[in-house]
């Protein structure tokens, strides 16, 4: 017979080999959940026409607030190339400002009128390309097979004061975590949560809530779009046209250095 303390241990091992082997399933088991729950989203806003995505063009209205007041409204023309190469303008003709962003060449520009035209700042290119990996266009695309990225789910209950609502977090492998939340009952996304950090080092909690969903080329598309920065509004967008993969596609020389016009 084996002595007492050896038996302890040899149950300790055995209970220790039982609770590690329910919490690994435990944990499987909320990853599937939140996937589940990411895919369900998916397929609500399109599928495979939704997933097929690799371009777009939008117009419309951009807000800006300051204190909780309209500090500033303009039209808006925005190119997207995903994952990673932008251009928006706001405003139109001589007052227009351009901004171009191609994070493979981890470059920037920004055009002001005409001709006024200047390279970005380093940190303008490190805050963008924050941006782009919390954007949920990328979120529920490429991101979602990222190496070294977890899940985990959040039901209704769990969420306080956001109504019928059930949450994943996405942790990837930095640690850099997103919160998307969804629509138990249409499955589509309603908010948007993650931490940024400025180029001084401090750190912002970022929102972005998602309106008036409307279906555009087989895809349900946010026409509303509410941006707010440390429980503050900070932007709207309200998007007037949008268009899925334009044909024919966007050239490559509006993600390139812009040429001044004569």
């Known amino acids: 017979m084996l002595p007492r303390i050896v038996f302890v241990l040899a149950c300790s091992v055995v209970l220790y080999s039982q609770n590690a082997a329910q919490k690994t399933s435990d944990k499987d088991a909320a990853q599937q959940k939140a996937r589940a729950v990411i895919e369900r989203s998916i397929e609500a806003m399109g599928g495979d026409a939704f997933r097929q995505v690799r371009e777009m063009q939008s117009k419309g209205n951009y807000y800006i607030f300051k204190d909780g007041q309209t500090a500033g409204i303009a039209k808006y023309l925005d190119f997207t190339r995903l994952p990673d190469k932008s251009r928006n303008q706001l405003g139109e003709g001589k007052n227009k400002e351009v901004t171009i962003f191609d994070l493979s060449a981890n470059k920037g520009w920004h055009m002001e ?16 390309r924050q941006t782009v ?8 695309r490429g991101r979602l097979s990222e190496p070294g990225m977890t899940f985990f789910y959040y039901t ?7 109504g019928d609502v ?8 930095e640690n850099d975590t997103v919160s998307i939340y969804f629509d138990v009952k249409t499955h589509l996304p309603t908010r948007l949560e993650y931490v940024a950090i400025d180029p001084r080092g401090n750190k912002h909690k970022e929102a972005t809530e998602f309106y ?19 429980g ?3 932007s709207q967008i309200f998007v007037k046209e949008m268009i899925y993969n334009p044909k024919p596609p966007i050239p490559d020389s509006y993600f390139a250095q812009p040429v001044a016009e004569k």
């Open 156 to 162: 209704p209950d769990e969420i306080s004061g956001k």
């Open 232 to 234: 503050q509004l900070a």
């Open 133 to 140: 990996r919390h954007a949920i266009e990328n979120l529920l």
């Open 212 to 230: 008036v969903w409307l279906a555009i080329q087989g895809i349900m598309t946010p026409m509303r779009f509410d941006n707010y920065s440390d």
């Open 166 to 173: 059930e949450a994943v977090e996405m942790i990837d492998s």
């Open 113 to 128: 009128g005409k001709s006024a035209i200047k390279e970005a700042k380093p940190e303008e290119v490190k805050q963008f």
